[in-house]
């Protein structure tokens, strides 16, 4: 190869590699998309309020509080908004199942003892399921107490919220099991939601899921600083 | 006398002055390269449903930016599910001539992608795809998925039930995506529905239309034919199947009260392929993948100089075989099990022993049939003897009396129009603008014809 013809092939190289270094530094900003509008509000710590929707009875329109076991009984279910718009009666007509969760109270006794009077007898289930983006409901009837999904019928066990039955059981890890806030409770009982970590090793991805732990690892014993 | 005439050129008046000083100032642009053609007499529209399928594009473009104005994707304290469907329901009901404009605009993207499949068709069984054309192939393919992608990022707009399952159904393919599906979700779907509309917004009347128009670049021939009277009565045809077929608004999507429904026509294959409740990304991306990654390497493979479809019989038989799979897997798709004391999942579910059998099944039949009826033709084939050329049809005289019962029509059709919109009757209204265009569209094939007779 003549000596003119590798310098020129050196500089169509240079012209090459600096193409790439100039697209490089763009492969980042795809992150851009990552962003979400629903996510604008911060997410901070929430007391957690019952949707003021009427078929909860005494409970509708309530912060949950988890001495108060008349208003919030074992093996019940509620819907509660987070982030809150600030504005109960906006929360409450927020079609959006991106920002709902299903605030179940456990079953009493053995082995869910959602008698106890603490955050441990609570579980905040996303509203999305992983499966297609339908909206489950707890099934609070004897024999099922599981968290199961209208359409296609994916069923998801208490309190681990790990999908046990239906198409969503058959999907891989992480997008097995429903996204669930870390719940707390005050000294005087009043139930709050933790900023959550949106991520498939913590809180999990709303709409996707989240690798599965233990419930327990959701429920702080006590609040900090509250000791 | 007679010399004299003929050495002047002939006379313009103003008119003609300026179209021809328009057109003459478009030669230095880049315009020039786009040699259209206005046949002189009818042609086959086969040979240019690629420009057709131009043409209807661009009544998209008319229309959905018309139906931008009043279209909410989102809006401050008002939930996008609410928003969406309510939007579209006002443009639906109340905005004066907004029905007329949606439903042309629906039917436009079912005749779009329709008219791209036929297209993409014809240029396979005529061989007009191979020699030298194999990059306008490839372009046209790419063209057809975003053809495909763009329609149903339109219909996912209205946040219907349909539009809901096709919006879950987009999203849990792009979860189940392996390695990256997570990441790939939050980017094209956001993480919730307020995200997800206005993605999909943005994509459906920016970034894929550009992408259409910078693709029309690359896949069109530099020589079109358009024929106005074609194009006329093909349009007019969008506006009656408009006014016969109107859409309805659906139920509006709700999370927490699914229905069963069935996505639309173009789509409802890969549904099928997804309820044999395999893998789902690879029933539901990677098989439709494969559909189309054949489709590009086609003329790669059939590289003979032969070019009709009677002369290739493998291609053609491989041809109508993946019609027929498409047809059969889209029944199926149709099919929901009646029985509704079984459970969702159950009803939905394509039985996968039966639909893989019936899909090789399909492929033998439509083997076997194919190279029996190319040897049937072939055994029959003899030399064709030219037809003779037909004479005038019509006389001038009769030419002129179409032309006016033609305008009478347009005059009538209009007055039907006028009086079916205050009577609140929009479909009859839209049938009947339909036909004022099929009119025009005949007076000028009419007018065309007129030019070959003696005046």
């Known amino acids: 190869m003549p000596k003119s013809e590798g310098r020129r092939n050196f500089a169509k190289a240079i012209v090459a590699i600096a193409a790439v270094l100039s697209i490089v530094p ?68 927020n079609p959006d199942t991106f920002v709902k969760y299903e605030l179940i109270r456990l079953p009493a006794g053995s082995p869910f003892n959602g008698d106890t009077k603490d955050a441990v007898a609570f579980v905040a289930f996303s509203k999305v399921c992983v499966h297609l983006w339908c909206s489950p409901n707890y099934n609070p009837a004897q024999g099922h107490e599981q968290y199961e999904c209208p359409c296609h019928g994916s069923i998801y066990e208490i309190p681990d919220g790990l999908a046990k039955g239906g198409p969503a059981s058959q999907q891989p890890p992480p997008t097995n099991a429903i996204p669930m806030m870390t719940l707390t409770a005050d000294p ?29 690892s959701y429920i702080k014993p006590e609040a900090e600083g509250s000791a | 006398m007679a010399q004299t005439q003929t050495a002047q050129p002939p006379k313009r008046n103003l008119i003609s002055k300026l179209y021809h000083w ?22 086959s529209p086969l040979g240019y449903l690629g420009v057709l399928t131009g043409i209807v594009f661009l009544v998209l473009g008319v229309t959905g930016g018309a139906l931008m104005i009043y279209y909410q994707p989102t809006l401050s304290g008002c939930g996008s599910l609410t928003c969406a469907f309510s939007s579209v329901a006002r443009i ?88 990256i599906g997570g990441a790939l979700r939050l980017a094209t779907f956001g993480a919730g529905f307020s995200d997800f509309i206005l993605r999909l917004y943005a994509a459906h009347v920016f970034i894929f239309p550009m992408i259409m128009l910078l693709l029309v670049f690359l896949h069109f021939p530099r020589y079109l034919v358009f024929d106005l009277p074609v194009v006329s009565a093909v349009v007019g045809a969008l506006f009656i199947v408009a006014g016969l077929f109107p859409v309805g608004l659906g139920v509006q999507y709700s999370p927490s009260s699914p229905t069963l429904t069935i996505p639309e ?33 086609i003329p790669f493979v059939d590289t003979s100089k032969k070019l009709s479809w009677k002369d290739r019989p493998f291609f053609t038989a491989l041809g109508i075989t993946s019609i027929a799979e498409i047809l059969v897997t889209t029944a199926w798709g149709f099919y929901i099990n009646p029985n509704t004391s079984l459970p969702t999942l159950s009803r939905l579910l394509v039985p996968p022993s039966l639909y893989f059998s019936s899909m090789i099944g399909v492929a033998a039949v439509s083997f076997l049939l194919t190279y029996s009826f190319l040897h049937y033709i072939k055994s029959r084939e003899r030399v064709r003897t030219a037809a003779a050329p037909l004479g005038p049809i019509l006389t ?55 030019q070959t007779l003696p005046f």
């Open chain 1, 26 to 93: 763009f492969v980042p900003w795809g992150t851009y998309l990552s962003s979400s509008v629903s996510s604008t509000g911060a997410y901070k710590r929430q007391k957690v309020v019952v949707d003021d929707n009427p078929q909860y009875g005494a409970a509708a329109g309530q912060t949950v509080n988890v001495n108060d076991l008349t208003t919030f009984p074992p093996d019940s279910h509620w819907v509660v908004t987070y982030p809150t718009s600030g504005s109960l009666t906006q929360d409450t007509q």
């Open chain 1, 188 to 216: 005087d009982g009043t139930l709050n939601i933790e900023p959550p970590v949106w991520d498939v090793n913590h809180n999990g991805v709303l709409g996707y899921g989240r690798y599965y732990t233990s419930y327990e």
């Open chain 2, 22 to 43: 328009i057109t003459d100032g478009l030669q230095r642009t880049v315009y020039m390269g786009i040699q259209y053609t206005f046949p002189k007499r009818f042609v």
């Open chain 2, 92 to 179: 639906n009901n109340s905005v004066p001539f907004g029905w007329l404009l949606r439903n042309i605009h629906y039917t436009a993207s079912n005749a779009m992608v329709l008219l791209a499949v036929l297209h993409m068709y014809y240029q396979y069984f005529s061989g007009r795809f191979k020699i030298k054309n194999e990059v306008l192939w490839v372009t046209g393919v790419i063209f057809g998925v975003i053809t495909a992608v763009e329609a149903y990022s339109g219909y996912d707009l209205i946040f219907n039930q349909r539009a809901g399952l096709a919006i879950e159904i987009g999203s849990s393919l792009a979860n189940a995506s392996p390695v």
């Open chain 2, 265 to 297: 026509w173009y789509l409802t294959a890969i549904y099928a392929l997804l309820r044999t409740e395999f893998d789902k990304f690879v029933m539901g991306a990677l098989m439709p993948g494969l559909l189309i990654l054949m489709a590009i390497v």
């Open chain 2, 396 to 450: 001038r005289k009769w030419v002129f009396v179409i032309f006016i019962l033609l305008i009478l029509s347009q005059v009538a059709l209009n007055g039907l129009a006028v009086a079916a919109m205050s009577q609140g009757l929009r479909n009859m209204a839209l049938f009947d603008v339909g036909a004022v265009l099929v009119a025009f569209g005949i007076i000028a094939h009419l007018y065309r014809f007129s």
